[in-house]
């Protein structure tokens, strides 16, 4: 089983920012994508951003310019650096992980999520 579990959500005022961790545990031989995604209060689930194993990320366009995606491979930890925020980021942030449990079956992959991070950005 793996676990994730996300942390750094809070309350901050329009124009601050904040840097969301994820960090994954239990049996994990590696990790491909890690993702970022958000839900705001009746609204779809949306992606925020990705970074894959080897280092190429994404960021919607949304956001793109001031939140910044990124990963310890050797933690099995992504970020998610939250600059400029603004109201309408206010969300349920969840992380998202492609995760390989073992190396004698390398192909096979499962897909985690967090419980979520509450962040909050007042006008």
């Known amino acids: 089983q793996v676990q994730l579990v996300e942390s750094g959500g809070g309350l901050v005022q329009a124009g601050g920012s904040l840097r969301l961790s994820c960090a994954a545990s239990?049996?994990?031989?590696?990790?491909?994508?890690m993702k970022w995604y958000r839900q705001a209060p009746g609204m779809q689930r949306e992606l925020v951003a990705s970074?894959?194993?080897?280092?190429?990320?994404y960021e919607a366009v949304s956001v793109k310019g001031r939140f910044t995606i990124s990963r310890d491979n050797a933690k099995n930890t992504v970020y998610l650096q939250m600059t400029s925020l603004k109201p309408e980021d206010t969300a349920v942030y969840y992380c998202?992980?492609?995760?390989?449990?073992?190396?004698?079956?390398?192909?096979?992959?499962?897909?985690?999520w967090g419980r979520g991070t509450q962040v909050t950005v007042s006008s």
């Open positions: 998202n992980a492609d995760v390989v449990p073992n190396k004698s079956t390398w192909w096979q992959s499962f897909d985690y």
């Open positions: 239990g049996s994990i031989f590696s990790i491909n994508d």
């Open positions: 970074a894959t194993s080897g280092g190429v990320t």
